[in-house]
């Protein structure tokens, strides 16, 4: 490519022009949020005049933000990220089985009609990411810290993927109770229990708590009983390195962020959105 | 700039990440609108994290999709073009004094205490960008084809700039008697009316309708009697050489479209947003 094709390149790359078609990411913060590098060389690899946006849902506007974005004739789906995962439920026209199961989705389409479905990808592209990096989850006794929609979607996959055992902790004891109720009915071979957030017994360590997004945060549990031989796993997107991650590296685990589960979730999700995926 | 420079820039430009603010464009339709192209470069080069949007708003649906919009919480202003150009005033906590006499706003921006003005710059824009082209309208007589959004931020501005003589037509008479004796009162040097679409005793001819756009739309007026020292402006952006433009420039005629219009109030709308402007 000589220089003056690459000017061009450069020239036409950033343009975005009326016919572009727009998909959202909604949350509150929003700042923090990797989707839109992540979907936006995709659809530029797929030759599509799309963009992703980042959207900040202010939650004493939600519904007048959402169904106004869900009113944009050239919007054609959205992801959807804290604190909205399960809020967001009622405004949509269909939610497939995965979100049904866990009660939140985290990506919602319109459909030709125009009516709009939800699913949920959080928890199969964490374990997708993970089996990526030759990580498998069958047999594994795991201590999952939040019980929200990113822990609920995390529980309903970690079961669905063979774990041994479950147990969750939420600050509030009636969110984990109720979410290994449900996890325990779908996937009666997976001992699920709701618990205090104590690592012994367990050789895999989830948190799914906003705990270490802001600074000072610190970590989401104690951490007494962790060992290099355990596996640790973050959600959390930014910061990289949250407190639990480098305490975790400083023992010898092995420790993944939240981007083991968004580049897992990417896959799945530009499939839903009918953008095609890898082969 | 080495080839892996602009590799590198090229693949930083192409990313929206979490922490983008929004600008729209609103219209109905969309796809023909020009404005994200002149203002992203725009916001690249002031070092801004910021994208222009094209926006579909679907009619029946105006005012959940626009009040959606204005509470997002990344989206700082919008443009509005047609068909909602009047009808957006009503969402708004404050009209500046030429959209007042305009009777139409086309930029509509959020103030630091949450509230909303909004202010036109379309008539402003084709004076601006005329004058740039050294041409001026003192002393001008011209024909004015349409009365709507559009048509009346020309006609307000064209008087303001010294126009002599002003004929207004729609095919609405009850519009273009309204915009005549609105025009009429805010600039009594200039003889304004309303009248049939005849250019025999004008040296000037501004398209403000959208007929052109379309293909096979033809011409908005008879042109009997157009010849080559008229001047001749189409405020279409697309297609850029609208029937209008052909006819006028075969004839020998200096003839603009929209574009000119376009990067004219691309200024002024750029310091109305805060986002600075050419020195």
């Known amino acids: 490519m000589t220089v003056n094709a690459m000017t061009d390149t450069l020239n036409r790359q950033v343009l975005i022009d009326g016919a572009t078609r727009l998909y959202a990411i909604i949350g509150d913060p929003i700042a923090q949020v990797k989707s839109p590098g992540v979907f936006n060389p995709r659809f530029a690899a797929a030759g599509l005049n799309t963009v992703k946006i980042p959207v900040h849902v202010r939650p004493e506007r939600f519904e007048e933000t959402v169904r106004g974005l869900m009113a944009i004739g050239n919007l054609d789906g959205m992801m959807v990220t804290v604190p ?8 949509l026209d269909r939610v497939l089985p995965m979100a049904a199961k866990v009660g939140a989705v985290n990506a919602i389409r319109r459909e030709p009609d125009g009516s709009w479905t939800g699913d949920m990808f959080d928890g199969r592209g964490l374990v997708r990411g993970l089996h990526e990096r030759d990580i498998r989850l069958d047999g594994r006794r795991i ?13 309903i996959a970690v079961a669905d993927a063979g774990a041994a055992a479950l147990t969750i902790f939420d600050v509030d004891p009636a969110k984990a109770e109720a979410l290994a109720a449900r996890a325990a009915k779908a996937y009666p071979a997976c001992a699920v229990r709701a618990g205090a957030p104590a690592i012994d017994g367990h050789d895999m360590l989830i948190n799914a708590t906003p705990i270490g997004m802001a600074p000072g945060d610190g970590f989401p549990a104690p951490l007494d009983g962790l060992t290099a031989d355990m596996l640790v796993v973050d959600i959390i997107m930014k910061p990289e390195v949250t ?6 590296r400083s023992l010898g685990c092995v420790a993944f962020g939240g981007r083991v589960m968004l580049e897992g979730q990417a896959e799945e999700v530009a499939r839903f959105f009918g953008i095609g995926g890898k082969p």
């Open 143 to 155: 201590m999952l810290i939040g019980a929200g929609g990113g822990g609920s979607a995390v529980a």
């Open 243 to 248: 407190p639990l991650l480098a305490h975790a």
């Open 84 to 91: 909205y995962k399960a809020r967001v439920i009622p405004l």
